[in-house]
């Protein structure tokens, strides 16, 4: 009997917790029956138990929400919530995934533009080219004028530039007998020397 | 009426919502479960301030771990994990015991009751709230822990198992001993009336 107590002694709390196998409660409920040791323990369980959920647990919670919401707020924003926020935000605008992927486009778009080395060279060449082409049209409209003081100063400036060890002239003439292009690859330019118009 | 499987639903699209950012959702979740979270910390630590600190610092890290939390639990369960993890960090972090909440447990030892009686249940409720709550502060925040959230917030062997991440059988060998320390605790009061 005292063995069988101490066994069941183990089941008492589960018992009065429903956590036993249908068996196992039988089993504690044919022990109960004829021992009051075993019934005095599980009555205290019981009255502990029900104590427990008396005893005056309420915390104050005044302003928990405002304090925890506060303390969200001045988190960093994670960069996968930054980027789901701007996605979402253009997806709003295009049915289904659409808004992603013109998002995705853009962004594409704007760092082969921005970022790339190739494409800052793309975009200096185009630069380059039109304002040469905007020279020789303005060129072509102008009369040739060529003077003295304009090719004293050119084969001046040109000496200037050979004096330089990395400049590379590649070109120093023109249709125009007055007018002087040459590249400059140390500063990625295209020098176009012009006589004053006078 | 809320039917509690409305109650899960409206609860995934809370989460859901609280995921992509928004704090209102998260603002209801936190309303939800604030009591309860709380409790959970008190459990472990058995100090309001702290346990109030704690919860705040649970829903913290949830909203930052939101893209971490699978459906394979409830979001409760969850939250009472990650309350339960810090708060009893915390207790061996700080590695102190609370002093009795209020003036209770020192009056109230002051005054045993002088009546016979072979049992705590002949203790006044006043007298018995007292010794309970000393009674709850001699146990080690896990044994406190388990019966806590067994009696007072009502989980499961399951979910004490999977909120406090110790087997089933942890579970119950330390809700016996805690009772058993409880009830032995309280019987020297009746025993203390009686001599």
Known sequence: MMAETDHLSLM???FEDRELEPHEYQEVAFHLARCEQCTAELADYTQIGRELRTLNLELPLEGFKEAVMQRIENLPVPF?????RMFGGIGELFPSNL????????AAAITVILVTPYAQTVTNRSGTSHEIARVERD???APAVTTQNARTELARDVAQVEEEPQAVISKLESDIPSVAVWNEPRMDTTVIWLPDQQ | MRTPSRQAGDEAELIDRARKGDSEAFGVLVERYQRRVANVAFAVVH????????????FVRAYENLSKFESRSSFSTW?????ANLAIDFWRREGRHVVLRGEDAEN???RLPTEKGDSFKAASRK????????????????HRAVILLREVEGLSYDEISEVLQCPRGTVMSRLHYARNRMRGLLKDLGQDEGG
């Open chain 1, 80 to 84: 996968t919530l930054r980027l789901r």
């Open chain 2, 47 to 58: 100090n309001q301030d702290d346990a109030i600190e704690l919860a705040q610092e649970t």
């Open chain 1, 12 to 14: 008492l709390g589960p």
């Open chain 1, 99 to 106: 808004g992603i992927a013109v998002a995705s486009a853009v």
């Open chain 2, 127 to 142: 007298e018995l709230s007292g010794r309970l709550s000393q009674a709850l502060e001699e146990l080690t925040p896990e």
């Open chain 1, 139 to 141: 060129l072509a409209t």
């Open chain 2, 79 to 83: 939250l009472y994990r990650i309350a």
């Open chain 2, 108 to 110: 109230e030892l002051q």
